[in-house]
């Protein structure tokens, strides 16, 4: 089967997946791109590391790159220039409240599917369609259920298995039947983690807290509401639009107000007493709602910045997080 | 025409301009010496050396004059919108109103160059979390807040979508603030698929038919807005009107442009030629002045070509310059350091192309929107210098990063790729920060070696790409 | 019951020993940090102890912080030096808010309730260019004696503007302002005014009084009064400031044998 690769929340698995295609959304090592344009000053680490995986991915048969975020938008001119795999570039709005902005969404996963079909897929009737999306819904919702019972980071692990291989029976070890308790109450915010990123929750847990919300986006807040059951039976594809865009926030959505919201809600129904603030150097989306953030709510804020360098970074990060966990305990 | 042209101080400028009154020199009312900007606050002008005309005299005043023009807007009644990150179309609509003055608060970005970063304008911008990782532009926090530059908008009009982010961020961070922001999307432009019908931008750019009708359900948006701003219809024939204006400062701009990129020798700056382009996007907040002011900058060049004379030696080498600068003093130093300016794109291309006429209003404006340069591929950007690399017959080319811009990072990089490879000339790529005084033996440096790279081509080579 | 704090920190490590009966400081020390950092700090607790007569066994709890904490193997526990300073401080101003700590190769922020705990902390640990360490650099380039600069900004007329990000660059840059003829002076003001922005970012925009200076860095003057300007408040330079991370780290030690 053909793999499509891809990064962002945005993009539908179940559109790809629905066209007979491996979807399979990467979890990023941190790696120095072999390009040198990617090592420039300036560049995200998390884009340099896709550009890099994206050129040394042997499997994929295409690759789906989306605009939310400039860096991104640019790294897509680069693949096009360098990698041989085709790549697609899907506009994802920044605006989020106008029809006009939703149907540009839907249109765009219309023309996503011609460049699957181009990539060896086929056009899914409803049927098909509507299937693939009780799948996925199903095993998001057993995802979900499954958080109380398994620690932060293993948690992050079934996340990314199924974003990376699709639905599947949910791993022995994820189905738990104490709640887990113990540990200062955290919530870990911002944009993608990489692999090595989830020490992180080692880290936490080892310093006596607990990550009981992981708003990062490749985590619980990267993932779409559940469908509407009834919607998707007669109109799936304009369902799976609106799940994906209506319902997964973000600092690059203008406005963001959005994800205050959702954040509010959040933190507040799981006890949080702490956040860590997971970005990017470099990432300007993020990096700029630190502060904002710090002024919106009465909880401390950890700013864990990374520049991908692994092993100062190491230090850095636990030192900054066994100083919060001494103030909060 | 002036006598010899030549660049000048600013004290040398205030005494010529004592010479000037006493021989009569007609001036509008914003007219006067330059040095009293400098009582302002605007240090840098000290360091700063200008074209000698009275054309580029008006051009200074007229700048260096914008925020008493919004604040006395503000006096009159007028309205005032503040238009965000589209550079060059919302205020096409703006201006088609009477009594709406539209501006660029991101401009801001110059103002703690100006003021030698006297003003704190990015101190604030670090104490709401916007620190020198992000673009000069961040300055604009710190004028919302102290509103001691311009006066708070009445409306502010924001294009996001396939803009760069951290100016999107910015803007956000201002939305925080509690600056309401009426948001708009500009998708990012592409390539039509087989089944699109394709439409021809002006610039050269394609995009299919429904990107281009996406974006005129957007401006149709504003337009409401506008109008409810206003208090006033916006119909076709005002637009219409408003478009013909716009096009007058276009046209004169292509021509200004063309003589001072071609003509031997360089008959004006590249600092008078940069103030000139930034007023095509919103018309330093008068667009009758405008067309007057570069009116008057064209006659001087267009006597200055005629008279053979320039403001450099004849055989400058000629530097296609991209993306703007912070740091006005570092184009004196292209010219002090053998260069010319032949050719520029400062990521605003669509606001210097004519705006069909041929066309509903709204549908020639959202294809303008479409063809702005940030707004597609770098490629695309990178194809569009190539062609006017070679129409003005440039010999180098400079690419100025923005520090903390996040599209320069990687889109500098391609850019230059693709110009070595099409066209031959040496690329330099050089970071500019919003002061340069302390780097300035090493942006002099590279902008010397740039030069060299040139002068030590093969002459016939040389003389063959210049008269392109 | 004498208690020890040791502050391992990346340029030097401090101790202090602590009368917790009497609250009194009994000895301290301070010395290089090094690549030995445990054997470093073995030698410099030996020392502090003869002077403060009091015997090793006589200590009943060592508290290691700071970059090297988990280096001091004779340390009974570790505590982290943001815990330790906001303790350092709280016992020395007690009505202290707001700790600003600038030592060789970071630089901290630190909020305290009314009780002196930490309510919220920033740090910059990823750039030079906020630290002392820049000092240093400019020292260099200046051939003069650290403990010279402040005198040097103290006499300037027009800071310089430094632009760089990077404490690298910024060392071409400085090379630049004295060939270009800028006054020595205006430039160790422009780099002390570089590095207090450098807390802006960390501070954001409500910053609350009384701010306590401490670290390495507060011991030269007219940082305090750079860092005045940058905050727009004024500063206090905390009494001893070089030693608040081991002191907050000798307290801790007494608290938990409390605690034990």
Not at chain 1, 30 to 37: G, I, K, N, Q
Not at chain 1, 228 to 247: H, M, N, T, W
Not at chain 1, 267 to 275: A, C, F, Q, T, W
Not at chain 2, 270 to 288: G, P, T, W
Request: proline letters at 5%; a negative charge.
């Amino acid at each position: 089967m053909k793999t499509i690769i891809y990064t962002c929340p945005y993009v539908p698995a179940e559109w790809i997946a629905a066209h007979g295609l491996h979807a399979s959304r990467l979890l990023l090592d941190r790696a120095d791109s072999s390009f040198s344009t990617a090592r420039t000053e300036g560049v995200c680490p998390y884009v340099r590391s896709f550009i890099h995986a994206a050129m040394n991915d042997t499997e994929a048969d295409g690759i789906i790159v989306t605009t939310v975020c400039d860096q991104m938008r640019r790294a897509f001119d680069l693949l096009v220039r360098r990698c041989d795999v085709p790549a697609f570039l899907m506009n994802v709005p920044n605006t989020w409240q106008s029809l006009a902005s939703q149907r540009l969404y839907l249109d765009e996963l219309k023309r996503l599917s011609l460049f699957l079909v181009r990539a060896g897929g086929q056009s899914p009737p409803d049927d098909v369609l509507v299937e693939t999306m009780l799948q996925y819904d199903e095993a998001r919702r057993s995802i979900r259920a499954a958080r109380p019972y398994v620690s932060a980071r293993r948690y992050a692990e079934v996340m990314a298995a199924f974003g990376m291989n699709g639905p599947s029976e949910l791993p022995s070890d994820a189905k738990g039947s104490e709640p887990l308790s113990g540990g200062v109450p955290l919530a870990i915010i911002g944009g993608p983690l990489m692999r090595q990123d989830f020490e992180l929750f080692d880290v936490v847990e080892q310093s006596g807290g607990r990550i009981v919300l992981d708003a990062t986006e490749t985590g619980e807040r990267g993932m779409c509401a559940p469908f509407d059951r009834r919607r998707l039976q007669k109109e799936p594809l304009i369902e799976l639009a609106d799940a994906y865009f209506g319902s997964i926030p973000d600092a690059s959505r203008r406005p963001n107000s959005e994800l205050y919201m959702w954040l509010k809600h959040e933190l507040s129904g799981r006890g949080v007493r702490g956040i860590i603030f997971r970005r990017f150097v470099w990432c300007d989306i993020w990096h700029a709602e630190l502060r904002r953030l710090k002024d919106w709510t009465d909880l401390p804020v950890l700013d864990i910045d990374t520049a991908g360098d692994n092993d100062t970074d190491r230090h850095r990060t636990t030192n900054r997080i066994r100083a919060f966990l001494e103030m909060l305990q | 025409m002036t006598e010899t042209p030549k660049r000048i101080t600013l004290g040398e400028w205030d005494r010529r301009y004592e010479r000037l009154q006493r021989a009569g020199l007609s001036e509008p009312d914003y007219g006067g010496p330059l040095g009293r900007h400098v009582e302002d606050g605007d240090q840098r002008l000290l360091k700063l050396r200008y074209d000698n005309s009275t054309a580029a005299l008006r051009l200074w005043n007229f700048l260096l004059t914008e925020e008493d023009r919004l604040h006395a807007a503000r006096a009159a009644g007028n309205k005032i919108v503040g238009t965000m990150k589209d550079l060059g179309t919302i205020p096409v609509m703006a201006y088609s109103f009477d009594d709406v003055v539209a501006f660029y608060p991101d401009g801001a970005w110059w103002i703690p160059c100006v003021m030698e970063l006297g003003a704190g304008l990015l101190d604030i911008a670090d104490s709401l979390g916007i620190d020198e990782s992000f673009c000069p532009v961040r300055a604009m926090l710190g004028a919302f807040v102290t509103e001691a530059h311009f006066p708070v908008p009445d409306i502010l009009i924001c294009s996001v979508g396939a803009t760069c982010d951290d100016f999107s961020a910015i803007a956000q961070r201002l939305n925080g603030l509690g600056y309401p922001i009426f948001w708009w999307e500009i998708p990012h432009r592409r390539r039509p698929e087989p089944n699109e019908t394709t439409v021809n931008l002006p610039g050269g750019f394609l995009a299919p038919k429904c990107q281009v009708e996406y974006v005129k359900s957007e401006l149709e948006r504003i337009q409401t807005v506008l109008e409810e701003c206003a208090g006033l219809p916006l119909d076709e024939a005002k637009l219409s009107a408003g478009i013909k204006q716009a096009n007058q400062v276009r046209r004169t701009l292509a021509e200004l442009r063309f003589l001072a990129f071609t003509a031997e020798p360089c008959p004006i700056p590249v600092l008078e030629m940069l103030i000139a382009e930034m007023l095509a996007i919103h018309f330093c907040s008068d667009r009758r002045e405008t067309i007057e002011v570069l009116n008057a900058l064209l006659e001087e060049v267009k006597a200055r070509v005629r008279a053979g004379t320039g403001i450099l030696d004849a055989g400058a080498v000629k530097i296609f310059w991209i993306n703007p600068v912070a740091d006005l003093q570092v184009m004196n130093l292209l010219e002090d350091c053998g260069g010319r300016i032949c050719g520029t794109e400062y990521l605003f291309s669509h606001a210097l192309d004519e705006i069909p006429e041929d066309l509903p209003p709204l549908e020639a404006l959202a294809q303008m929107a479409l063809a702005d340069p940030m707004v597609g591929s770098s490629t695309d950007r990178a194809e569009r210098i190539c062609s006017d690399i070679s129409r003005f017959g440039a010999e180098a080319v400079l690419i100025s990063r923005i520090p903390g811009a996040s599209h320069c990072a990687l889109e500098g990089q391609i850019i230059g790729e693709i110009i070595r490879e099409k066209c031959d000339v040496p690329v330099l790529e050089i970071e500019i920060p919003p002061v340069t005084d302390s780097i300035r033996p090493t942006v002099r440096t590279r902008l010397e070696a740039l030069v060299e790279t040139v002068k030590a081509r093969p002459r016939a080579q040389r003389k063959q790409r210049r008269n392109q | 019951m004498i208690y020890a704090g040791i502050d391992a920190g990346s340029r030097a490590i401090k101790i202090v020993l602590m009368d917790a009966d009497k609250l009194e400081i009994v000895g301290k020390g301070i010395t290089d940090q090094g690549v030995e950092q445990d054997k470093l700090a073995s030698e410099l607790f030996d020392r502090v102890l003869k002077y403060g007569g009091v015997k090793r066994q006589d200590v009943a709890t060592i508290v290691a912080t700071g970059y090297g904490r988990n280096a001091v193997s004779f340390a009974d526990t570790t505590i982290t030096e943001i815990t330790c300073h906001a303790v350092g401080v709280h016992h020395l101003v007690p009505e202290a808010m707001t700790v600003v700590d600038i030592g060789g190769q970071d630089s901290k922020l630190i909020r305290l309730d009314a009780f002196g705990r930490v309510r919220d902390f920033a740090m910059n640990d990823r750039c030079a260019a906020g630290t002392g360490r820049f000092l240093e650099v400019v020292a260099q380039r200046l051939d003069v004696e650290l403990e010279s600069l402040g005198s040097m900004a103290a006499r300037c007329r027009h800071p310089a503007a430094i632009s760089s990000m990077c404490v690298v660059f910024a060392e071409t840059e400085i090379i630049g302002l004295l060939v270009s003829g800028t006054a020595r002076e205006d430039i160790v003001a422009g780099v002390q005014a570089a590095i207090a922005k450098r807390i802006i970012a960390m501070a954001g925009r409500n910053v609350e009084l009384p701010i306590i200076f401490t670290g390495g860095v507060a011991m030269i003057t007219g940082m305090d009064a750079a860092l005045e300007t940058a905050l727009g408040k004024s500063v206090t330079i905390s009494p001893d400031p070089q030693m608040t991370g081991a002191l907050g780290a000798a307290i801790l030690a007494s608290n938990r044998k409390l605690k034990t």
